[in-house]
């Protein structure tokens, strides 16, 4: 397989929806008995977990796409790394004009992490704090 084919191919499985970090974060919330909707089209970015009566909406981003502050967010590929920095700093542009959008229109929003995700404990205390305010 050709490098770029090959490159494509990884690109290609790489998913937008019900990813790992995203399914422990619907894990908990459902098992905290709140009932929620998912990837809501109608509203501002689509978000991944959306709280209709509570007006709240929840965002699970990848380290690594959204620029994260922490070690996998800051590793940088060596090839093509001028296109993947412009990339990132779109989705972080993007996201902030998500997040304007939402509450200009009365929602708050959450942000979880994919490394957030590790301690589940803290991760449902947050959760916890967010749907409850």
Request: hydrophobic residues 40%.
């Given at each position: 397989?050709?490098?770029?084919?090959?490159?494509?191919?990884?690109m290609?499985?790489?998913?937008?929806?019900?990813?790992?970090?995203?399914?422990?974060?619907?894990?908990?919330?459902?098992?905290?008995?709140?009932?929620?909707?998912?990837?809501?089209?109608?509203?501002?970015?689509?978000?991944?977990?959306?709280?209709?009566?509570?007006?709240?909406?929840?965002?699970v981003?990848?380290?690594?796409?959204?620029?994260?502050?922490?070690?996998?967010?800051?590793r940088?590929?060596?090839?093509?790394?001028?296109?993947?920095?412009?990339?990132?700093?779109?989705?972080?542009?993007?996201?902030l004009?998500?997040?304007?959008?939402l509450?200009?229109?009365?929602?708050?929003?959450?942000?979880?992490?994919?490394?957030?995700?590790?301690?589940?404990?803290?991760?449902?205390?947050?959760i916890?704090?967010?749907?409850?305010a």
């Amino acid at each position: 397989m050709a490098p770029d084919a090959a490159r494509s191919a990884v690109m290609r499985a790489v998913k937008s929806t019900d990813t790992k970090p995203e399914m422990i974060v619907r894990s908990i919330a459902h098992r905290l008995g709140f009932r929620f909707r998912l990837h809501r089209k109608s509203l501002p970015g689509c978000p991944d977990l959306v709280f209709v009566t509570r007006r709240k909406a929840i965002f699970v981003n990848g380290c690594f796409w959204h620029g994260h502050d922490c070690k996998r967010g800051a590793r940088m590929p060596k090839a093509n790394a001028d296109y993947w920095r412009s990339k990132i700093t779109r989705n972080q542009a993007r996201d902030l004009r998500v997040r304007e959008d939402l509450a200009a229109a009365g929602w708050d929003v959450f942000t979880i992490w994919e490394c957030e995700t590790k301690d589940q404990g803290l991760l449902r205390q947050r959760i916890v704090a967010f749907l409850q305010a």
